[in-house]
């Protein structure tokens, strides 16, 4: 893992970072980058995104000139765009010898842009959302980020991203070597695995409850609304799942969670994990998405209405109402 001891700001000083997109990521990564004085120039087509960035003082140029300025470009717009972006306002302004960096390893994992043979190329993903990122920058700490050098041709490649990595924020918390693939993959499989289970878990124990008579509102705040659990997760990030239970659990609490731990999933949850797996591996899910992406994404729409209808989503607004909060 690297640490702040492993990187120097020196490696980067004397370049220019674009950084194209200016959502989630890019608002982040921009001011962090800016404040620990690299310059930086933010690529954005003239959209909302774009006044954001000028708002906020930065140099804001159209995409393709903002990759012309520089020596260095962190891609920071959806996955999704990737392929026409790059192909149009980006392949064109890359020089020999720059540095382009990716968040995530999707595009090349599934060989969605091909890149020149004479610019080094790097993963720094960050395992955080946006506004942690600059928050913690500002708190004088970091995320956690994972790191993979795709090709280097300079002899440079992890010192420029290492020095990116610390003018972030990252290395202040930790940087992880992770191969490009298994960090796709990684990324992948808790969107389809992790997260839909856990929702479908916060799902059936508020409908258990309700429909066994409990008053919704104080069902949906003790099974998650209340933050309780949320604090739990946080504190076990760092502590251990098992053991925030043991460290923060009563002895009845600790009883009851061991005497159904383990017995409430079937191995045909394990097996369906395994699948899924295997489909972000052999492209079956990539497929997918791209027939879905071409049909204009109903699937979204389908989520949507089910989301919107259901009990919890409900529950949420009338609890939201009592709070006041729109
Ligand atoms: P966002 O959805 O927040 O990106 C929005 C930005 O992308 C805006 O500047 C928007 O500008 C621009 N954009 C959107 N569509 C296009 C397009 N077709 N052409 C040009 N610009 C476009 O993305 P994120 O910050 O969430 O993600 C950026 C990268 O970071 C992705 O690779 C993602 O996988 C990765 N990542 C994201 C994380 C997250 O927490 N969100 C975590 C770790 C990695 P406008 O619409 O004004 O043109």
Not at 121 to 144: D, H, W
Not at 154 to 183: H, M
Not at 271 to 294: H, T, Y
């Amino acid at each position: 893992m690297y640490f702040e001891k492993d990187a120097s700001l020196h490696d980067i000083q004397d370049e220019v970072v674009a950084v194209v997109g200016y959502g989630i990521q890019g608002k982040a990564f921009a001011a962090n980058l800016r404040d620990s004085g690299v310059t930086v120039v933010v690529g954005n087509r003239d959209d909302d995104y774009r006044a954001a960035a000028v708002a906020d003082g930065f140099d804001t140029r159209p995409i393709a000139e903002a990759v012309a300025a520089a020596s260095t470009v962190l891609l920071l717009i959806p996955d999704e765009a990737h392929q026409e972006v790059y192909g149009t306002q980006i392949a064109p302004g890359l020089r020999a010898g720059d540095l382009f960096v990716l968040a995530h390893g999707f595009s090349l994992r599934y060989r969605r842009i091909a890149l020149p043979q004479d610019i080094d190329v790097a993963l720094l993903a960050p395992k955080m959302f946006g506004k942690p990122i600059r928050q913690r920058y500002t708190e004088g700490s970091g995320v956690l980020a994972f790191l993979d050098v795709v090709e280097d041709r300079t002899g440079r490649a992890l010192r420029r991203t290492l020095g990116l990595a610390k003018a972030v924020g990252f290395t202040r918390y930790g940087v992880l070597p992770v191969s490009l693939a298994t960090e796709t993959e990684l990324d992948l499989f808790q969107e389809q695995f992790l997260t839909p289970l856990l929702l479908d878990a916060f799902r059936t124990a508020f409908e258990v409850l309700v429909e066994a008579g409990c008053d919704p509102v104080p069902a949906l705040l003790d099974m998650h609304a209340s933050g309780e659990m949320a604090e739990m997760m946080v504190e076990a990030a760092t502590t251990g799942l098992y053991e925030v239970i043991e460290e923060q659990g009563s002895p009845t609490c600790r009883f009851g969670v061991q005497k159904y731990l383990g017995t409430l999933l079937g191995p045909e949850v394990r097996d369906k994990g395994a699948q899924i797996l295997a489909g972000i591996r052999n492209g079956d899910f990539v497929a997918e998405l791209s027939r879905e992406a071409q049909a204009g994404y109903p699937s979204l729409a389908d989520y949507e209405a089910a989301y919107k209808a259901a009990a919890m989503t409900r529950t949420h607004d009338a609890y939201r109402a009592i709070l006041g909060r729109p």
